[in-house]
Every structure is written in structure tokens, then in C-alpha cells.
T-cell receptor
Framework: DAGITQSPRHKVTETGTPVTLRCHQT?????MYWYRQDPGHGLRLIHY???????DKGEVSDGYSVSRSKTEDFLLTLESATSSQTSVYFC????????????FGPGTRLTVL | GESVGLHLPTLSVQEGDNSIINCAYS??????FIWYKQESGKGPQFIID?????DKRQGQRVTVLLNKTVKHLSLQIAATQPGDSAVYFC??????????????FGQGTILTVHP
């Protein structure tokens, strides 16, 4: 599993509430990514990080923020959850900028009612 | 091949047959193309990649073919096994600028292998 965990694994919340998902890695990889996976859309990049305190937006970043205060943790926050953010969220890590092999976590299933 | 919409392309094969999964990509400037496999309830897993200046690359039981003329990528799995049943995603790697190294995934193809 490349030492990557996600928490929580499942969450049900209500519209308008804040939600934070955590990605934790134990292998000191520099690059970390948050994706969402929805039927018909495959995996879409939300935000990514290329080092501590270094983050950037992906293709579907609206409504999401991230933080990386230490190498091992990458947090994804939905400031005010909406039903359109119901999805499965995957975290991924890789060592080098030129690497193609991203290691994915087990995913978090989020339902916003 | 991959397609827009809610219904993923599907491929059903018998155990022992060869499987071919197709993908059409959009960005001619991508420098690598990658295949990932996702089993039910798990995150995607890297299978194989191919650089854009190559047209074929072989791995263990898998071969990836790249046709840049028609922007087409395929994954061939030899002697398909029930454990190969999964969703297969192709991905393009961004070649430059601030987006260098980021992947854009296709929508996936469901492979079902019957014993």
C-alpha cells in the first residue's frame, strides 16, 4: 500500500458543514495529490502539493482547499459541503516530479446530504 | 475505447483469451502515457507507461501500443486471468510548464474475465 492511509474511509455529512479529509504517508514522498472519482468522469485532480506549504490547484479545485504543514500529511477541506461534492476521494503520492507511478490510497467515500 | 457519459465501455473475455483495451487521448503535447488498473473498492494501481517517442512497450503479460497519428493508445493483456478483472484507466502526463508531471485520466474501461 506504499504506506499511504486516508481517514475517514467513509463519511456522511449535511450540506453546508465543513469537512476535512486526511491523507497520511510514511515514506517521505515529496508529491501528494487529491483526486475525486465520479461515474463517467474518471479521476479528476483537485489539488496537489510539491512540498511542505507548497500547493497548487488542479482542474476541479473550486470549493476545496488544502494544507500541507508537514511532509507526511496532506489535508483536503470542503469549507461548506454541497451535494455535488458527494464522491470518492483518493489521495496519491509519488517521489519525483518526473515519475509516472503514483501510489494511491484506499479512498474516502463522502456523501453530502 | 473511452467515452464521455455515465456508462463506461466494457469488455468481457474468457479466461486465457487475450484482451485489448483502447483509449483515445486528446493532448498531442503529452510526453508519457500510462495505464492504471483499479480493482473494486481499491485505489488505482500503476501497470505500465510509454514515452511519447515510442510506439510499443512490453511488460509482464502486458503490451502498450501508441499510435500518435490517430491519438490512440491500447493495452493488450495476454492470457487474461480472473484476477485481471478491474477498471482500466489510461492517463496522459503533462509535458511542461507549471503543470509538468500532472496526470489527466480517461474515464476507464471495465474488463470482466469469465472463468
Amino acid at each position: 500500500d506504499a504506506g499511504i492511509t486516508q481517514s475517514p474511509r467513509h463519511k456522511v455529512t449535511e450540506t453546508g458543514t465543513p469537512v476535512t479529509l486526511r491523507c497520511h504517508q510514511t515514506e517521505n514522498h515529496r508529491y501528494m495529490y487529491w483526486y475525486r472519482q465520479d461515474p463517467g468522469h474518471g479521476l479528476r485532480l483537485i489539488h496537489y502539493s510539491y512540498g511542505v506549504k507548497d500547493t497548487d490547484k488542479g482542474e476541479v479545485s473550486d470549493g476545496y482547499s488544502v494544507s500541507r504543514s508537514k511532509t507526511e500529511d496532506f489535508l483536503l477541506t470542503l469549507e461548506s459541503a454541497t451535494s455535488s461534492q458527494t464522491s470518492v476521494y483518493f489521495c496519491a503520492i509519488k517521489s519525483g516530479r518526473g515519475d509516472n507511478e503514483q501510489f494511491f490510497g484506499p479512498g474516502t467515500r463522502l456523501t453530502v446530504l | 475505447g473511452e467515452s464521455v457519459g455515465l456508462h463506461l465501455p466494457t469488455l468481457s473475455v474468457q479466461e486465457g483469451d487475450n484482451s485489448i483495451i483502447n483509449c483515445a487521448y486528446s493532448n498531442s503535447a503529452s510526453d508519457y502515457f500510462i495505464w492504471y488498473k483499479q480493482e473494486s473498492g481499491k485505489g488505482p494501481q500503476f501497470i505500465i507507461d510509454i514515452r511519447s517517442n515510442m510506439d510499443k512497450r512490453q511488460g509482464q503479460r502486458v503490451t502498450v501500443l501508441l499510435n500518435k497519428t490517430v491519438k490512440h493508445l491500447s493495452l493488450q493483456i495476454a492470457a487474461t486471468q480472473p484476477g485481471d478483472s478491474a477498471v482500466y484507466f489510461c492517463a496522459e502526463r503533462n509535458a511542461g510548464g507549471t503543470s509538468y508531471g500532472k496526470l489527466t485520466f480517461g474515464q476507464g474501461t471495465i474488463l470482466t474475465v469469465h472463468p
